[in-house]
């Protein structure tokens, strides 16, 4: 643990560690679309700026992205400069431009005083924010399915070739990572589908609704070594099962 | 080829080729890329053609050298003759029978191939009487021209691995207490001390580092890596080779677009021919040093050339830029140190440890020191590829060597340092170029691009036109590069077509300044220059555009009209070249643009002899 100075504030943080996380442990607020915590910093949202400077810097001071940023002893951080403040609101109004419908987005412009962008809205307003969490939690779970796919404005989400992606198991991380909900999926009982691909659920043994899909079942039996009869069971049903020999063994 | 395994057999061997080779009578053919596009290929041929045949009339064995590119693109193909340096230009292929007859066999010279001075209207017999070449002065293209990229004997014996051989003998800390010497900066253009990324490189502790040769050269406009790689890679890989000696490295990589095949296979060849000898491999030489180079090709996207983006690419990962606030020195390729240097910075390396630090810092400015190559192109009469001292002015190598602006039109300003780069206004003409002053006037140095515009240039479409080169090649990761380069290109289409608006020069200030400080990488941080220095020092241009709607320079289609005047002889050059047939006439009588076809381009206005070609501002305009 080393001390730091965040707006005039002694703070102590984990030296090495991301500066963005260590300001959130320590309750400071600093928005961030990009960041999540079971992935790694990417960088992206340029949201998380702050102005840094040290003792020693003798006034020298620069803008960085506190994702990425590690801890160092004796810095003094800044998530209030003025400089830093209207960096942000001009990213923030550029994302409005982009997704003026999406109420992650229109909440975050309010709180900076923005009702309406300063530039043109698209003419089709998307709620991707192009944060590229889900393209990160695919590749960390060893799948990789879906990624960014070409540069600049053209970016986009999108499995290989915008077919039906032959690595997804279909579980759902991506959507449930998506922080405006721009990843849909639709799910019954027995199938659900992602990407345009379809999934066939695995029927729980015992009270017959659908738990994971097959793939995502032998997919992670397999990475993790794992019995297949781990996935018999749907959650409910497994909590019972456990219960219950809980229950026979303290008996 | 056998193996050299001390610094002796290569000084042996090097004195053996100096004889064989130089002092020879020679043809050199220019087979640069310009020159090749100009069929200079065809032109060796024949040349080679010849002199087989006649082998027995030529008094002194005569080498034909395929060599790389001379600079002086404009006036290719080139061919010189050696050691006379008698330089012909703009050859054709029927050329070659009189060159061989006339200068080979009887030393005359062929008159009409000579370069004429446009001013005097005489003709220059030798090559460096040239004032295009009179007034540069080379270190990083030292040999190129003079030698067969394609021969590492021809390239030792010119002096390749010289500085090597010195190197093998020093201590590292030597070396780059030599480099720290010279004052050597990055020559990619953001101008980083190349001995601090070595002294940083070699102090990491770690059992495997890196040398990245950056030779993704991206910029519209620039060719001087390409040509260093075409016409002497010897030159990159020696000083590749004597930064793995400071550092401590044993592996490299030069990373080369693909847009360049020349370039990878003149540095196939010569890594190739390295291994052979035994200057790349396992104990280089003799003295226990190992390192070796492999080639990594672009695949065309311009943030590669940018150095986070480029390792990932290397690593065959999507090139992206991620946050620097780690060193490559210390964490680079696979996160190890790496270095990772520009093709003309590592092409400076040799000379500077041959011939002293101390000497190239006797050339150049207080901060920028040595010399600079500039790819020299636009509205220029001498368009070609330069090398200055740092700290030359602007107007020397627009008027000296570029030798003015082409039809003698009034020159507007010259845009440096490519797509980040800004426009210099003619008020600056005498502003010293180097890292400092080019910075200070809102510009950069950039790889050396060096675009010079007449006053038909307009340069809110100069702007733009840079802004949709970077908004196709922006990587899209962060969000200000991406967004922000889309609403400028917005507000531009908007100003083009006389929909801008006043307020929305404050919008330009207002987002360049946002972006420069907020995005990811130097892409999106030096994107607004392009628009901030038009708008700095052209702004009544932009006042024009919006508030007049109309193009002072006659550019912007919707905005201008043309309309040819009574006085017009008839001589039919602007009907012939009116892309869409919208001028009529007969031969010797007036004639006439036809308004609804017309799609004010300027052609004619551009070719007509006596100027009776006019544009004022269009009334008619929807909305």
Redesign the interface.
């Known amino acids: 643990m080393v001390e730091i100075i965040v707006d005039g504030k002694k703070i102590k943080a984990r030296e090495g560690n991301y500066l963005l996380r260590e300001l959130k442990i320590n309750g400071i607020k600093i928005p961030a679309l990009c960041d999540h915590l079971s992935v790694e910093p990417?960088?992206?949202?340029?949201?998380c700026?702050v102005k840094i400077t040290k003792e020693e810097w003798k006034g020298w001071s620069k803008?960085?992205?506190s994702c990425?940023?590690?801890v160092e002893s004796g810095l003094i951080v800044s998530t209030k400069d003025k400089?830093?403040e209207?960096?942000?609101k001009?990213?923030i109004n550029?994302?409005l431009?982009?997704s003026p419908q999406t109420p992650l987005i229109v909440e975050l412009a309010k709180e900076y005083g923005i009702e309406k962008t300063?530039?043109?809205e698209y003419k089709e307003p998307t709620d991707c924010?192009?944060c590229?969490l889900c393209t990160r939690i695919c590749d960390q779970l060893g799948m990789s399915a879906i990624s960014?796919v070409?540069?600049?404005?053209?970016?986009e989400v999108a499995p290989p070739f915008n077919l039906e992606p032959p690595d997804c198991i279909g579980c759902l991380s991506c959507a449930y990572i998506c922080p405006t909900k721009f990843i849909k999926f639709e799910e019954n009982e027995k199938k659900r589908k992602i990407w345009g691909k379809e999934f066939e659920k695995l029927l729980c043994k015992n009270c017959g609704s659908g738990t994971v899909t097959k793939m995502e079942a032998e997919y992670f039996s397999k990475k993790q070594g794992l019995d297949p009869s781990v996935f018999e069971l749907c959650d409910k049903c497994k909590r019972e099962y456990y219960s219950k020999k809980f229950e026979e063994l303290q008996r | 080829m056998k193996k050299l395994k001390s610094l002796k057999e290569l000084s042996d061997l090097r004195k053996k080729l100096e004889k064989e080779y130089n002092n020879k009578k020679e043809i050199f053919v220019c087979c640069g890329t310009g020159c090749r596009a100009n069929n200079s290929l065809k032109i060796a041929e024949d040349f080679e053609k010849i002199l087989k045949e006649n082998k027995k009339e030529i008094p002194v064995i005569r080498y034909l050298k395929k060599t790389g590119c001379h600079g002086f693109c404009e006036k290719g193909p080139l061919v010189i003759i050696m050691p006379e340096e008698i330089f012909y230009c703009k050859v054709k292929e029927k050329d070659v029978q009189e060159i061989y007859e006339k200068t080979i066999l009887k030393n005359e010279v062929v008159k009409r191939l000579l370069y004429k001075e446009p001013k005097e209207k005489k003709e220059i017999e030798k090559y460096k009487e040239i004032p295009f070449y009179k007034n540069q002065f080379r270190i990083a293209m030292r040999n190129i021209g003079k030698l067969d990229p394609f021969s590492i004997e021809d390239s030792i014996s010119k002096g390749a691995y010289l500085g090597l051989e010195k190197a093998l003998k020093m201590k590292p800390e030597e070396i780059i207490e030599e480099i720290k010497k010279s004052g050597l900066r990055g020559r990619g253009g953001a101008g980083f001390l190349t001995w601090r990324k070595w002294e940083a490189a070699r102090k990491e502790k770690s059992d495997i580092k890196y040398i990245i040769c950056n030779g993704d050269e991206g910029d519209p406009g620039a060719f001087k890596d390409r040509s260093i790689m075409e016409g002497d890679p010897h030159s990159v890989i020696e000083g590749m080779i004597i930064a793995s000696l400071a550092v401590g490295a044993n592996e490299g990589y030069i990373y080369v677009r693909d847009e360049y095949p020349l370039a990878v296979e003149t540095l196939k060849k010569a890594i190739e021919e390295c291994r052979k000898l035994g200057i790349l491999g396992e104990n280089i030489l003799g003295k226990g040093h190992t390192f070796d180079i492999k080639i990594s090709r672009g695949g065309g996207?311009f943030?590669c050339g940018e150095s986070s983006a480029l390792i990932r690419s290397v690593m065959g990962k999507?090139g992206e830029p991620?946050?620097k606030?780690?060193h490559a020195t210390e964490k680079g390729l696979y996160d190890r140190p790496t270095v990772l240097n520009n093709v003309e910075t590592l092409a400076d390396v040799g000379a500077i440890i041959l011939n002293g630090g101390e000497w190239f810092a006797s050339f150049g400015t207080e901060k920028s020191k040595g010399t600079k190559c500039f790819s020299l192109v636009g509205k220029v009469k001498n368009t070609g590829l330069i090398e200055l001292p740092m700290g030359t002015t602007l107007r020397k190598i627009i008027y000296d060597i570029g030798g003015g602006i082409v039809k003698d039109k009034k020159f507007k300003a010259v845009q440096t340092g490519g797509p980040s780069g800004g426009c210099v206004p003619e008020a600056l003409l005498d502003l010293p170029v180097d890292y400092e002053k080019l910075t200070e006037a809102g510009s950069m140095m950039g790889s050396g691009g060096m675009i010079v515009m007449d006053e038909r240039t307009c340069m809110v479409d100069v702007a733009r036109y840079f802004l949709k080169f970077l908004?196709?090649?922006?990587?899209?990761?962060?969000?200000?590069c991406?967004?922000?380069?889309?609403?400028l290109m917005?507000i531009y289409e908007k100003i083009v077509k006389g929909e801008g608006k006043e307020e929305d020069l404050d919008?330009i200030k207002?987002?360049s300044?946002?972006m420069k400080?907020?995005?990811?990488c130097d892409l999106g941080r030096s994107a607004p220059n392009p628009v901030l220095s038009t708008l700095k020092y052209f702004e009544e241009e932009y006042i024009a555009h919006i508030k007049d709607k109309f193009c002072p320079a006659g550019v912007c289609s919707d905005l201008v009209i043309y309309e040819i005047l009574e006085t017009c002889n008839g001589c039919g050059a602007c009907r012939r070249i009116c892309p869409v047939s919208a001028i009529e006439g007969k031969q010797k009588e007036l004639h006439k643009i036809i308004e609804e076809k017309c799609i004010s381009c300027g052609s004619c206005y551009d070719v007509c002899p006596i100027n009776v070609i006019i544009y004022k501002k269009k009334e008619l305009r929807n909305g």
Do not use: F, H
């Not at chain 1, 990417?42 to 949201?47: A, D, N, P, S, V």
């Not at chain 1, 070409?150 to 970016?155: L, V």
């Not at chain 2, 908004?471 to 962060?478: F, R």
């Open positions: 990417w960088g992206g949202c340029r949201l700026l803008i960085v992205a990425l940023y590690p400089e830093v209207k960096a942000r001009e990213v550029l994302m431009a982009r300063d530039y043109e924010i192009l590229g960014l070409n540069r600049g404005i053209g970016r | 996207a943030v999507v991620r946050a606030y780690i908004l196709e090649e922006s990587c899209g990761k962060c969000t200000p991406r967004e922000g380069l889309r609403q917005a919008k207002k987002l300044s946002a400080v907020a995005s990811l």
